[in-house]
């Protein structure tokens, strides 16, 4: 069994900082892809920034910049460092994990950038 615990979502002013973490947990062996999205009311789940086993990294267009993904594969942890935050920015973020061949998600975490 593997759980994914995301943390750090929290109310900010536009312009201001967060940065998430998530950790994975359980019977793990090696993890391949991490990544984080976000799903804003009404909409669907889009990938916000994807990290691979070797460091290769890719970002939405619209967190371009502003957003930066790490990874620290001795504490099975995934991070998101987000500054210059829009409200535009304003969603539930998951992380996502590839485990033994199966994507794993996170609960969510609630980021809310008031304007």
């Known amino acids: 069994q593997v759980h994914l615990v995301e943390s750090g979502g929290d109310l900010v002013q536009a312009g201001g900082s967060l940065r998430l973490s998530c950790a994975a947990s359980?019977?793990?062996?090696?993890?391949?892809?991490m990544g984080w999205y976000r799903q804003a009311p009404g909409k669907q789940r889009d990938l916000v920034a994807r990290?691979?086993?070797?460091?290769?990294?890719n970002y939405a267009d619209s967190v371009e910049g502003r957003f930066a993904i790490f990874r620290d594969n001795a504490k099975n942890t995934v991070y998101l460092q987000m500054i210059s935050l829009k409200p535009e920015d304003t969603a539930v973020y998951y992380c996502?994990?590839?485990?033994?061949?199966?994507?794993?998600w996170g609960q969510g975490t609630q980021v809310t950038v008031s304007s």
């Open positions: 359980g019977s793990i062996v090696s993890i391949g892809d």
């Open positions: 996502s994990m590839m485990i033994g061949g199966v994507r794993y």
């Open positions: 990290i691979t086993t070797v460091g290769f990294r």
